[in-house]
Protein backbone atom coordinates (compact mmCIF):
# COMPACT_ATOMS: atom_id res chain seq x y z
CA UNK A 1 0.00 0.00 0.00
CA UNK A 2 1.61 3.12 -1.14
CA UNK A 3 1.00 5.55 1.59
CA UNK A 4 -0.66 8.61 0.74
CA UNK A 5 1.85 11.60 1.75
CA UNK A 6 3.86 10.34 -0.57
CA UNK A 7 1.80 11.34 -3.22
CA UNK A 8 3.07 15.11 -2.60
CA UNK A 9 6.21 14.30 -3.92
CA UNK A 10 4.92 12.89 -7.66
CA UNK A 11 2.85 15.94 -7.60
CA UNK A 12 5.55 18.21 -7.23
CA UNK A 13 6.88 16.46 -10.13
CA UNK A 14 4.56 17.16 -12.43
CA UNK A 15 4.34 20.63 -11.61
CA UNK A 16 7.88 20.70 -12.22
CA UNK A 17 7.26 18.85 -15.97
CA UNK A 18 5.05 21.26 -16.76
CA UNK A 19 6.75 24.11 -15.51
CA UNK A 20 9.62 22.29 -17.88
CA UNK A 21 7.61 22.77 -21.24
CA UNK A 22 5.37 25.87 -20.71
CA UNK A 23 5.48 28.22 -23.05
CA UNK A 24 7.91 31.08 -23.14
CA UNK A 25 9.73 33.58 -25.33
CA UNK A 26 12.43 32.73 -27.41
CA UNK A 27 14.51 34.77 -25.12
CA UNK A 28 13.79 34.24 -21.84
CA UNK A 29 13.64 30.20 -23.00
CA UNK A 30 17.23 29.54 -22.76
CA UNK A 31 17.35 31.05 -19.06
CA UNK A 32 14.89 28.51 -17.73
CA UNK A 33 15.88 26.98 -14.86
CA UNK A 34 15.91 23.16 -14.75
CA UNK A 35 13.31 22.25 -12.52
CA UNK A 36 13.62 19.32 -12.22
CA UNK A 37 17.13 19.49 -10.32
CA UNK A 38 16.04 21.97 -8.01
CA UNK A 39 13.21 20.09 -6.97
CA UNK A 40 14.97 16.87 -6.92
CA UNK A 41 18.04 17.97 -4.76
CA UNK A 42 14.96 19.26 -2.50
CA UNK A 43 13.54 16.23 -1.72
CA UNK A 44 16.80 14.12 -1.90
CA UNK A 45 18.05 16.21 0.69
CA UNK A 46 14.90 16.14 3.07
CA UNK A 47 13.70 12.49 2.30
CA UNK A 48 17.26 10.78 0.85
CA UNK A 49 15.43 7.21 1.51
CA UNK A 50 12.83 7.90 -0.47
CA UNK A 51 14.25 10.24 -3.23
CA UNK A 52 17.12 8.99 -5.00
CA UNK A 53 19.11 7.69 -7.91
CA UNK A 54 16.37 6.00 -9.35
CA UNK A 55 14.03 8.37 -9.09
CA UNK A 56 16.32 11.03 -10.72
CA UNK A 57 16.20 8.29 -13.51
CA UNK A 58 13.19 8.17 -14.25
CA UNK A 59 12.60 12.05 -13.77
CA UNK A 60 15.80 12.22 -16.32
CA UNK A 61 14.07 9.96 -18.89
CA UNK A 62 10.83 11.98 -18.54
CA UNK A 63 12.31 14.86 -19.38
CA UNK A 64 13.82 13.28 -22.37
CA UNK A 65 10.70 12.68 -23.99
CA UNK A 66 9.44 15.78 -23.31
CA UNK A 67 12.07 17.92 -24.60
CA UNK A 68 12.45 15.48 -27.35
CA UNK A 69 16.58 15.06 -26.38
CA UNK A 70 18.36 11.93 -26.65
CA UNK A 71 16.75 9.10 -24.44
CA UNK A 72 19.06 9.45 -21.13
CA UNK A 73 20.61 12.43 -21.74
CA UNK A 74 18.92 14.59 -18.83
CA UNK A 75 18.98 11.23 -17.01
CA UNK A 76 22.37 11.00 -16.77
CA UNK A 77 22.99 14.32 -16.06
CA UNK A 78 20.50 13.98 -13.37
CA UNK A 79 21.95 10.79 -11.72
CA UNK A 80 25.35 12.68 -11.51
CA UNK A 81 24.35 15.31 -9.61
CA UNK A 82 22.47 13.32 -7.25
CA UNK A 83 25.36 11.16 -6.37
CA UNK A 84 27.35 14.07 -5.40
CA UNK A 85 24.12 15.28 -3.67
CA UNK A 86 23.62 12.30 -1.67
CA UNK A 87 27.50 12.12 -0.68
CA UNK A 88 27.24 15.77 0.79
CA UNK A 89 23.48 16.70 2.10
CA UNK A 90 24.30 15.66 5.37
CA UNK A 91 26.87 18.77 5.70
CA UNK A 92 24.62 20.73 3.04
CA UNK A 93 20.98 20.36 4.95
CA UNK A 94 22.98 22.38 7.57
CA UNK A 95 23.68 25.36 5.96
CA UNK A 96 21.80 28.89 5.93
CA UNK A 97 19.65 29.57 2.10
CA UNK A 98 22.04 31.80 0.73
CA UNK A 99 25.55 29.33 1.46
CA UNK A 100 23.03 26.62 0.02
CA UNK A 101 22.75 28.66 -3.46
CA UNK A 102 26.29 28.33 -3.95
CA UNK A 103 25.73 24.72 -3.35
CA UNK A 104 22.94 24.38 -5.83
CA UNK A 105 24.85 26.48 -8.59
CA UNK A 106 27.51 24.21 -8.74
CA UNK A 107 25.63 21.09 -8.93
CA UNK A 108 23.05 22.85 -11.58
CA UNK A 109 26.24 24.10 -13.58
CA UNK A 110 27.65 19.90 -13.53
CA UNK A 111 24.51 19.24 -14.66
CA UNK A 112 24.63 21.84 -17.31
CA UNK A 113 27.74 20.79 -18.18
CA UNK A 114 26.51 17.18 -19.03
CA UNK A 115 24.11 18.14 -20.92
CA UNK A 116 26.14 20.83 -23.11
CA UNK A 117 29.02 18.12 -23.41
CA UNK A 118 26.70 15.51 -25.57
CA UNK A 119 25.22 18.15 -27.42
CA UNK A 120 28.41 19.28 -28.34
CA UNK A 121 29.53 15.33 -28.99
CA UNK A 122 26.52 15.21 -31.27
CA UNK A 123 28.11 18.53 -33.20
CA UNK A 124 25.45 21.32 -31.54
CA UNK A 125 27.95 23.04 -29.66
CA UNK A 126 26.00 25.91 -27.22
CA UNK A 127 26.45 29.10 -26.36
CA UNK A 128 28.11 30.51 -23.40
CA UNK A 129 25.48 32.35 -22.37
CA UNK A 130 22.66 29.61 -22.51
CA UNK A 131 25.43 27.79 -20.37
CA UNK A 132 25.66 30.22 -17.69
CA UNK A 133 22.70 31.71 -17.79
CA UNK A 134 20.09 28.78 -16.42
CA UNK A 135 22.00 28.13 -13.31
CA UNK A 136 21.91 31.54 -12.26
CA UNK A 137 18.36 31.71 -12.85
CA UNK A 138 18.06 28.47 -11.05
CA UNK A 139 20.50 29.41 -7.75
CA UNK A 140 18.28 32.52 -7.65
CA UNK A 141 15.05 30.57 -7.55
CA UNK A 142 16.38 28.27 -5.09
CA UNK A 143 15.47 29.96 -2.17
CA UNK A 144 11.41 29.94 -3.07
CA UNK A 145 11.54 26.74 -3.96
CA UNK A 146 12.92 25.73 -0.74
CA UNK A 147 10.59 27.72 1.44
CA UNK A 148 7.84 26.27 -0.56
CA UNK A 149 8.74 22.43 -1.19
CA UNK A 150 9.24 22.50 2.98
CA UNK A 151 6.01 23.95 3.55
CA UNK A 152 4.33 21.56 1.68
CA UNK A 153 6.11 18.64 3.03
CA UNK A 154 5.04 19.90 6.98
CA UNK A 155 1.69 19.79 5.54
CA UNK A 156 1.48 16.59 4.42
CA UNK A 157 3.72 15.43 7.64
CA UNK A 158 6.58 13.89 5.74
CA UNK A 159 9.98 12.85 7.37
CA UNK B 1 29.55 2.79 10.51
CA UNK B 2 30.08 -0.30 9.16
CA UNK B 3 26.52 -0.11 7.68
CA UNK B 4 27.27 4.22 6.57
CA UNK B 5 30.20 2.53 4.66
CA UNK B 6 27.88 0.20 2.96
CA UNK B 7 24.91 2.66 2.54
CA UNK B 8 27.81 4.26 0.28
CA UNK B 9 29.13 1.46 -1.33
CA UNK B 10 25.68 0.39 -2.77
CA UNK B 11 24.83 4.18 -3.76
CA UNK B 12 28.02 4.22 -5.63
CA UNK B 13 27.40 1.05 -7.11
CA UNK B 14 24.09 2.08 -8.04
CA UNK B 15 25.10 4.86 -10.39
CA UNK B 16 27.52 3.23 -11.72
CA UNK B 17 25.12 0.66 -13.06
CA UNK B 18 22.48 3.57 -13.93
CA UNK B 19 25.61 5.47 -15.56
CA UNK B 20 26.00 2.54 -18.10
CA UNK B 21 22.50 2.55 -18.27
CA UNK B 22 21.93 5.72 -19.66
CA UNK B 23 24.93 5.89 -21.67
CA UNK B 24 23.87 2.62 -23.60
CA UNK B 25 20.73 4.23 -23.97
CA UNK B 26 21.93 7.10 -25.20
CA UNK B 27 23.91 5.43 -27.99
CA UNK B 28 21.33 3.07 -29.06
CA UNK B 29 18.83 6.20 -28.96
CA UNK B 30 21.04 7.71 -31.54
CA UNK B 31 21.78 5.25 -33.77
CA UNK B 32 19.56 2.88 -34.15
CA UNK B 33 15.57 3.15 -34.01
CA UNK B 34 14.93 0.54 -31.27
CA UNK B 35 13.94 2.93 -28.99
CA UNK B 36 10.91 4.68 -30.63
CA UNK B 37 8.37 2.18 -28.96
CA UNK B 38 10.01 3.28 -25.37
CA UNK B 39 9.76 6.86 -26.51
CA UNK B 40 6.49 6.56 -27.73
CA UNK B 41 5.29 4.80 -24.55
CA UNK B 42 6.06 7.24 -22.25
CA UNK B 43 5.13 10.37 -24.49
CA UNK B 44 1.70 8.70 -24.61
CA UNK B 45 1.55 8.62 -20.51
CA UNK B 46 2.72 12.43 -20.68
CA UNK B 47 0.06 13.83 -23.27
CA UNK B 48 -2.11 15.12 -20.65
CA UNK B 49 0.54 17.41 -19.62
CA UNK B 50 1.04 18.39 -23.11
CA UNK B 51 -2.24 19.61 -23.45
CA UNK B 52 -3.08 20.95 -19.90
CA UNK B 53 -0.24 23.26 -21.18
CA UNK B 54 -1.63 24.31 -24.29
CA UNK B 55 -4.62 24.80 -22.79
CA UNK B 56 -4.59 28.37 -21.89
CA UNK B 57 -3.54 29.44 -25.74
CA UNK B 58 -6.09 27.16 -27.06
CA UNK B 59 -8.42 28.97 -23.94
CA UNK B 60 -7.40 32.44 -25.33
CA UNK B 61 -8.03 31.39 -29.37
CA UNK B 62 -11.61 30.50 -28.39
CA UNK B 63 -12.10 33.24 -26.26
CA UNK B 64 -10.94 35.99 -28.77
CA UNK B 65 -13.19 34.35 -31.43
CA UNK B 66 -16.17 34.16 -28.96
CA UNK B 67 -15.61 38.15 -28.06
CA UNK B 68 -15.03 39.05 -31.82
CA UNK B 69 -17.78 42.10 -32.76
CA UNK B 70 -20.05 41.92 -35.13
CA UNK B 71 -18.78 44.20 -37.23
CA UNK B 72 -15.24 42.86 -37.14
CA UNK B 73 -17.01 39.77 -38.41
CA UNK B 74 -18.85 41.15 -40.96
CA UNK B 75 -15.27 43.01 -42.13
CA UNK B 76 -14.13 39.41 -42.47
CA UNK B 77 -16.54 37.66 -44.09
CA UNK B 78 -16.41 40.10 -46.66
CA UNK B 79 -12.80 39.94 -46.98
CA UNK B 80 -12.70 36.16 -47.17
CA UNK B 81 -15.64 36.66 -49.96
CA UNK B 82 -13.29 38.70 -52.49
CA UNK B 83 -10.69 36.37 -51.21
CA UNK B 84 -12.50 32.77 -52.39
CA UNK B 85 -13.87 34.42 -55.83
CA UNK B 86 -10.26 35.40 -56.42
CA UNK B 87 -8.70 32.06 -55.52
CA UNK B 88 -11.75 30.34 -57.46
CA UNK B 89 -10.85 32.53 -60.50
CA UNK B 90 -7.02 31.31 -60.17
CA UNK B 91 -8.06 27.71 -59.06
CA UNK B 92 -10.14 27.96 -63.26
CA UNK B 93 -6.78 28.68 -64.82
CA UNK B 94 -5.49 25.94 -62.90
CA UNK B 95 -7.67 23.58 -63.93
CA UNK B 96 -7.08 24.47 -67.35
CA UNK B 97 -3.34 24.24 -66.70
CA UNK B 98 -3.59 20.82 -64.99
CA UNK B 99 -5.09 19.45 -67.32
CA UNK B 100 -3.21 20.56 -70.56
CA UNK B 101 0.12 19.13 -68.39
CA UNK B 102 -1.36 15.53 -67.97
CA UNK B 103 -2.16 15.61 -71.67
CA UNK B 104 1.20 16.49 -72.21
CA UNK B 105 2.71 14.07 -69.75
CA UNK B 106 0.83 11.53 -71.84
CA UNK B 107 2.29 12.53 -74.71
CA UNK B 108 5.69 12.01 -73.65
CA UNK B 109 4.67 9.11 -71.92
CA UNK B 110 5.83 9.96 -68.87
CA UNK B 111 3.42 9.07 -65.36
CA UNK B 112 1.44 11.17 -64.53
CA UNK B 113 1.47 13.53 -60.90
CA UNK B 114 -0.77 12.68 -58.64
CA UNK B 115 -1.90 15.36 -55.48
CA UNK B 116 -0.78 14.81 -52.32
CA UNK B 117 -2.91 13.86 -49.60
CA UNK B 118 -3.02 16.43 -46.20
CA UNK B 119 -3.70 16.35 -42.96
CA UNK B 120 -4.95 19.53 -40.93
CA UNK B 121 -3.07 20.24 -37.63
CA UNK B 122 -2.36 22.53 -35.25
CA UNK B 123 1.03 23.57 -33.07
CA UNK B 124 0.58 22.57 -29.11
CA UNK B 125 2.37 25.13 -27.18
CA UNK B 126 5.08 23.45 -25.76
CA UNK B 127 8.70 24.35 -25.25
CA UNK B 128 11.01 22.01 -26.22
CA UNK B 129 14.83 21.59 -25.53
CA UNK B 130 16.14 25.57 -26.28
CA UNK B 131 19.16 23.53 -28.34
CA UNK B 132 17.26 22.36 -30.97
CA UNK B 133 14.32 23.40 -33.39
CA UNK B 134 11.33 20.75 -32.70
CA UNK B 135 7.45 21.71 -32.34
CA UNK B 136 4.55 19.32 -31.27
CA UNK B 137 1.78 19.22 -33.59
CA UNK B 138 -1.74 17.91 -32.27
CA UNK B 139 -2.31 15.05 -34.42
CA UNK B 140 -0.31 11.41 -34.63
CA UNK B 141 -0.59 7.98 -35.92
CA UNK B 142 -4.12 7.83 -35.56
CA UNK B 143 -4.81 10.60 -37.99
CA UNK B 144 -2.25 8.63 -40.61
CA UNK B 145 0.61 10.84 -39.50
CA UNK B 146 4.17 8.73 -39.25
CA UNK B 147 7.76 9.36 -39.22
CA UNK B 148 9.11 11.78 -42.10
CA UNK B 149 6.11 12.90 -43.23
CA UNK B 150 6.43 16.66 -44.38
CA UNK B 151 4.81 19.65 -42.60
CA UNK B 152 4.05 22.81 -44.70
CA UNK B 153 2.15 25.80 -43.63
CA UNK B 154 0.80 28.18 -45.81
CA UNK B 155 3.73 29.64 -47.20
CA UNK B 156 6.11 26.81 -47.67
CA UNK B 157 7.68 23.72 -46.15
CA UNK B 158 7.91 24.15 -42.33
CA UNK B 159 9.98 20.12 -41.75
CA UNK B 160 9.30 17.03 -40.85
CA UNK B 161 7.70 14.64 -38.62
CA UNK B 162 10.49 12.73 -36.34
CA UNK B 163 8.43 10.88 -33.60
CA UNK B 164 4.55 10.06 -34.18
CA UNK B 165 2.74 9.62 -30.66
CA UNK B 166 -0.95 8.30 -31.22
CA UNK B 167 -2.74 11.96 -31.16
CA UNK B 168 0.63 14.48 -31.59
CA UNK B 169 3.54 14.12 -33.39
CA UNK B 170 6.96 15.77 -32.92
CA UNK B 171 8.20 18.00 -35.93
CA UNK B 172 11.84 18.84 -37.21
CA UNK B 173 11.86 22.38 -38.40
CA UNK B 174 14.06 22.94 -41.53
CA UNK B 175 16.10 25.58 -39.65
CA UNK B 176 17.52 22.99 -37.12
CA UNK B 177 21.00 22.22 -37.54
CA UNK B 178 20.47 18.51 -38.04
CA UNK B 179 17.82 18.91 -40.47
CA UNK B 180 18.71 19.61 -44.67
CA UNK B 181 16.62 20.20 -47.41
CA UNK B 182 17.34 18.82 -50.76
CA UNK B 183 16.29 21.71 -52.87
CA UNK B 184 16.40 23.70 -56.51
CA UNK B 185 16.53 27.01 -57.41
CA UNK B 186 13.80 27.65 -59.89
CA UNK B 187 15.44 29.94 -62.19
CA UNK B 188 18.28 28.05 -62.80
CA UNK B 189 17.60 24.81 -62.13
CA UNK B 190 20.65 24.12 -59.84
CA UNK B 191 19.99 21.51 -57.09
CA UNK B 192 21.74 21.46 -53.61
CA UNK B 193 21.06 21.17 -49.97
CA UNK B 194 19.88 23.72 -47.69
CA UNK B 195 21.04 23.47 -43.83
CA UNK B 196 19.03 24.79 -40.46
CA UNK B 197 21.68 26.63 -38.72
CA UNK B 198 19.60 27.51 -35.41
CA UNK B 199 18.40 30.40 -36.83
CA UNK B 200 14.07 30.43 -37.66
CA UNK B 201 14.91 33.43 -40.47
CA UNK B 202 17.72 31.32 -42.05
CA UNK B 203 19.03 28.61 -44.22
CA UNK B 204 22.37 27.78 -45.13
CA UNK B 205 23.58 26.54 -48.45
CA UNK B 206 27.30 25.58 -48.81
CA UNK B 207 29.24 24.62 -51.19
CA UNK B 208 27.70 25.54 -54.37
CA UNK B 209 30.06 25.96 -57.33
CA UNK B 210 31.52 29.69 -57.61
CA UNK B 211 30.16 29.67 -61.52
CA UNK B 212 26.80 28.24 -60.67
CA UNK B 213 24.46 30.99 -61.66
CA UNK B 214 23.07 32.50 -58.86
CA UNK B 215 21.24 35.96 -57.79
CA UNK B 216 19.79 37.64 -54.59
CA UNK B 217 16.07 37.43 -54.91
CA UNK B 218 16.42 33.64 -56.46
CA UNK B 219 13.50 31.33 -55.27
CA UNK B 220 14.13 27.96 -53.80
CA UNK B 221 11.75 24.79 -53.76
CA UNK B 222 11.93 21.58 -53.00
CA UNK B 223 13.52 18.97 -55.45
CA UNK B 224 12.30 16.07 -54.46
CA UNK B 225 15.41 13.97 -54.07
CA UNK B 226 15.78 11.86 -51.12
CA UNK B 227 11.89 11.22 -51.28
CA UNK B 228 11.03 12.87 -48.21
CA UNK B 229 9.57 16.13 -48.89
CA UNK B 230 7.68 16.29 -52.28
CA UNK B 231 8.90 18.07 -55.45
CA UNK B 232 7.99 22.12 -56.30
CA UNK B 233 6.85 23.27 -52.54
CA UNK B 234 8.75 26.99 -51.58
CA UNK B 235 11.42 26.56 -49.53
CA UNK B 236 12.84 29.90 -49.21
CA UNK B 237 14.18 33.23 -51.22
CA UNK B 238 17.99 33.77 -51.28
CA UNK B 239 19.25 37.06 -49.16
CA UNK B 240 23.06 37.06 -49.18
CA UNK B 241 26.01 35.58 -51.66
CA UNK B 242 28.97 34.63 -50.19
CA UNK B 243 31.86 34.23 -52.45
CA UNK B 244 34.67 32.60 -51.28
CA UNK B 245 37.39 32.43 -53.92
CA UNK B 246 40.15 31.26 -52.42
CA UNK B 247 38.55 27.67 -52.16
CA UNK B 248 36.75 28.35 -55.26
CA UNK B 249 33.02 27.83 -53.94
CA UNK B 250 29.95 29.81 -53.14
CA UNK B 251 27.60 30.07 -49.81
CA UNK B 252 24.29 31.22 -49.85
CA UNK B 253 22.48 32.34 -46.72
CA UNK B 254 18.71 32.11 -47.87
CA UNK B 255 15.41 33.24 -45.90
CA UNK B 256 12.72 30.52 -44.94
CA UNK B 257 8.96 30.90 -46.91
CA UNK B 258 7.37 29.14 -43.94
CA UNK B 259 6.74 31.82 -40.58
CA UNK B 260 8.77 28.90 -38.86
CA UNK B 261 8.09 31.23 -34.95
CA UNK B 262 4.80 32.46 -35.58
CA UNK B 263 2.48 30.00 -37.61
CA UNK B 264 -0.42 28.13 -35.49
CA UNK B 265 -1.95 25.72 -38.45
CA UNK B 266 -0.35 23.67 -40.03
CA UNK B 267 -0.72 20.57 -43.14
CA UNK B 268 0.84 17.18 -43.06
CA UNK B 269 1.81 15.37 -46.71
CA UNK B 270 0.77 12.18 -46.52
CA UNK B 271 2.93 10.93 -49.58
CA UNK B 272 1.22 8.40 -51.62
CA UNK B 273 2.51 5.08 -51.81
CA UNK B 274 2.92 3.81 -55.53
Given at each position: ?22 P???W ?11 I ?13 L????F ?27 L ?5 I?V ?11 S ?14 I ?6 L???LG ?14 I ?11 | ?9 V ?25 E???TN ?8 R ?16 F ?37 R ?23 N ?38 S ?31 T?Q ?26 F ?28 A ?6 E ?9
Open positions: MINLRYLVIYLSLVVCLILMILLPDVQTYRPNWAALLIYWSMALPKKVGWFAFTGLLVDTLHGTLLGQNALALVIIMFINNLYQRRLSLPQQMFYIYLLFINQGVIAWIEGMGRPTSITFAPVIGMLIWPWVFVLRDVRRKAMLG | MKQVLNQTRATMHTLILVCVCITLMIVDHRFNHLAVRISLILSPLYLVSLPALTGNWATEWTSHNELLDDNSYLRSEVRLLNARLQKMEVLEEENTRLNLLGSSAKLADQVVVAELLSVDQPYRQLIEINRGTADGVNIGHAVIDDFGIMGQVVHANRHATTILISDPDHATPIQFIRSGVRSVAFGNGNDLDIRYLPATADIRIGDELVTSGLGGRPADYPVATVSVIREDLTRGFVSVVAIPKRLDSSRVLVIKPRIE
